[in-house]
Structure formats: structure tokens, C-alpha cells
């Protein structure tokens, strides 16, 4: 499963496990789910929609599947429910579902500002997509919410035509109990550096990799390696950045690894790599759900921005400068140095995320957000 339907299917059990409400958790889909999925999803009793008739264009589909989720919302009573919707794209399609609910409250969550995200370069047809609808359609929302304050802003703000929309800051969470706490390493003279992702353009792993290109010519040193498990089709760019670099042995590239053949990447890494290009988004905070499995594993780790989530004065969190620079390498062996001697950061850590990063925690605020919106909407 992608870190998407992880997230969702997590959001919807912390859901359910708080009692009083019901919740029903539809996937909008464009073909029918894996095995894996669909198993998930019987398992917690959720559903998958997705056009059967394979003939249709790309924009039949997505009409479709709209047209099949009205369907599925007509055994609700609009009066006494909320539609929480993470945010797809502003298109013709997505503006005609959100008008024919005119009724029912609605909630989108935003993972990103979006225009900025998708690019006129990277992505032309979502760009100006956006461009075209994204104000109507958030008119027709009743309220946002950010996984950042400035995510949050930027919703707001396209809106304000019509009044400020209600909003609400929900960092990214996770499952604690999903994924094990780690053995931490000794401490040795050669540190393993671990990176678990898809590894797009955003990541910026092209900063370490330069920066250890630096690191190892200038000192002469060997004693730092790079783990990088996880695919994408921006893989091979940094493959030929590492074989130019003449760094082959090491950066080292795994492919997808899951249950114990990725936990021990965890137990022998001695710090984990974040995001370190967000700024590469037009971003300059983030709630990457990246960085909340690490803390649950117990895993210290580095990122380029700011998260709420994890205060300036957090032991285990070391920020880089948000740039495209290299990253200095010596600056990270002596940040694996300092947290690795520290023998209990992998229960300490865990125990801030069970405290602080479990989606049964951020949905609790969710809810009483949604009831929040609920009483007003009543009062008027």
C-alpha cells in the first residue's frame, strides 16, 4: 500500500476507535485495489469505488467515480453528517460533485499549497487546473484543513471571497503500535545514514550525496554510508549522480523492503534522513509523515524546515540549512555521535510519538474541530 492509503486507513481506525460516531471511509480509485488492499479494507469494513468498465478515457473515469460516491452518500442524511475530503484537484468534475451537496458540510484536508506544488513545468495540466477552479471550489468547501499553519494560510486566502473559511492545523500522525521500536546501534567510527521513501525531487538526496562526495574527497575519509530504501522513478537520477560521484560503495539503493527485512535497516542505521527539499515545493514548514514513523521507531533523524510537531529544542532532530547546498557530512557524523551515546533515544523518542503523534491523538482534535463546525452551523 502507498503511504496515502496507509494514512487514510489509519486516520479512519483512529477514527472508529474513538466511539460515539460512525464513520465510513470510501477510496476513490481508478482501477479495482490489490489483494493487500482489499484485504485491509474487508478487514476494517471499508470500501473501495472504481469504474469497472475499463474502456473509459481518463476523464470518464474521474466523472464516474465521482457520480458512483454521490450514490454512496445518498443513504446519509446531509443534515447530521460531514464529508471530509482529502483534497484531490480543482477540475469541472470536483466543482459540480461539491455543488450538488450543497446540504452537507464539507471538509477538505490539504497536504500541500497546490498551485505551487504542481508546477506550469512539473505538472502544466494540474497547474492550470488549479489556476482555473481552485478558487471556485474552495468556495463551495466549509472548511479547511492543514497538515501546516502555512498550508492552512494559503486555503484560507484563495477563499476569502466569500468571508474566511473556518480552518483548523492538523500535523500528520501515525500508527505507533504499526511499526516496532528499534535496537539502536553502538556507537563505531563508521556511521550508517538511512533514507526510506520514494525519493522524489522534494527529498533532495542529491544534497547528501554531494555533500558526502565533499566530505570523503576533502578528509579522505570512508566512514560514512548511505542507505537508500524505497522506489521511484527518480531513483535512477540519483543513481547516476552517485556512479558520477564515484560514490558506489557508499550510497547504496535497496528497492521497497517491508516488515523485518526493513526493520533492520532501522536497528542498523544510526540516524535517518527527512525531507531536505521542501523548499522545492514553495514550502517552509512541513508534517511529513516520514519523519513520524522515524520518531515512533526511534530512529533521531535530519530535516531541512520546520515541524510543528517537533520543537525547536527536540534532542533527536537535527535542521540543515533549507537550501539546495550539499549537506555538511561532518555535521551529521557528529549528530549520530552525540544521540547514539544517548543508549535510551529509542524508547524516549517512542514515547513522544505515543504521547504526541498517534493518530488516536490528532483525530481527538479532529472531531472536536468537526463538532466545532457542526454547532455553528446549527446556530445559523
Known amino acids: 500500500m502507498s503511504g496515502v492509503e496507509k494514512k487514510l486507513i489509519s486516520q479512519f481506525k483512529a477514527l472508529k476507535s474513538l466511539g460515539g460516531i460512525q464513520t465510513e471511509l470510501l477510496l476513490l480509485m481508478n482501477s479495482k485495489p490489490d489483494d493487500e488492499l482489499q484485504s485491509e479494507l474487508d478487514l476494517i ?64 484536508e490539504h497536504q500541500d499549497k497546490e498551485r505551487y506544488s504542481a508546477s506550469l513545468f512539473s505538472s502544466p495540466i494540474r497547474y492550470l ?34 468571508g474566511q473559511r473556518e480552518g483548523f492545523v492538523n500535523g500528520n500522525g501515525i500508527d505507533v503500535e504499526s ?43 570512508k566512514n560514512v554510508e548511505l542507505h537508500v530504501v524505497g522506489e ?17 560503495d557508499a550510497v547504496l539503493f535497496y528497492g521497497k523492503k517491508s516488515g523485518k527485512d526493513l526493520d533492520c535497516f532501522f536497528d542498523k542505521a544510526h540516524i535517518a534522513i527527512g525531507s531536505l527539499g521542501i523548499h522545492r515545493k514553495g514550502l517552509s514548514e512541513t508534517s511529513e509523515l516520514k519523519a513520524r514513523e522515524y520518531c515512533a521507531r526511534g530512529i533521531p533523524f535530519i530535516c531541512s524546515v520546520p ?13 540543515v ?29 517512542r514515547e513522544y510519538a ?8 490528532k483525530m481527538k482534535k479532529l472531531v472536536d474541530f468537526i463538532n466545532e463546525i457542526l454547532e455553528s452551523k446549527v446556530r445559523r
Not at 134 to 153: H, P, S, Y
Not at 330 to 348: I, M, N
Not at 354 to 361: A, E, Q, T, V
Request: net charge positive.
Open 45 to 108: 469494513g471499508a470500501k473501495a469505488l472504481w469504474p469497472e468498465n475499463t474502456g473509459l478515457s481518463r476523464l470518464e473515469k474521474r466523472e464516474m467515480k465521482f457520480c458512483m460516491l454521490i450514490d454512496q452518500l445518498k443513504q446519509f442524511d446531509p443534515l447530521d453528517s460531514v464529508l471530509y475530503i482529502r483534497y484531490p484537484i480543482s477540475d469541472p468534475f470536483f466543482l459540480r460533485f461539491l455543488r450538488s451537496l450543497e446540504d452537507w458540510t464539507i471538509i477538505t
Open 129 to 162: 487546473s488549479e489556476i482555473v477552479y481552485g478558487k471556485r471550489v474552495r468556495r463551495n468547501v466549509n472548511a479547511f484543513v492543514g497538515v501546516t499553519q502555512e498550508i492552512l494560510d494559503y486555503e484560507r486566502e484563495l477563499s476569502k471571497r466569500n
Open 179 to 221: 511499526v516496532p521500536v528499534r535496537l539502536a546501534p553502538t556507537v563505531v567510527e563508521k556511521k550508517e545514514f538511512l533514507f526510506v521513501g520514494s525519493a522524489y525531487r522534494p527529498h533532495a538526496l542529491d544534497r547528501i550525496i554531494v555533500g558526502l562526495s565533499k566530505y570523503t574527497r576533502q578528509l579522505r575519509r
Open 232 to 248: 521511484s522513478e527518480y531513483i535512477k537520477h540519483y543513481k547516476i549522480l552517485v556512479a558520477k560521484r564515484g560514490l558506489q
Open 307 to 319: 515541524d510543528a510537531d517537533f520543537p525547536a529544542d527536540f534532542p533527536y532532530v537535527l535542521r
Open 321 to 349: 540549512p533549507s537550501n539546495d547546498d550539499p549537506v555538511d557530512i561532518e555535521q551529521l557524523v557528529s549528530f549520530a555521535e552525540r544521540v547514539c551515546s544517548e543508549k535510551a533515544h529509542p524508547q524516549l523518542m
Open 354 to 361: 505515543m504521547n504526541n503523534l498517534d493518530w488516536s491523538i
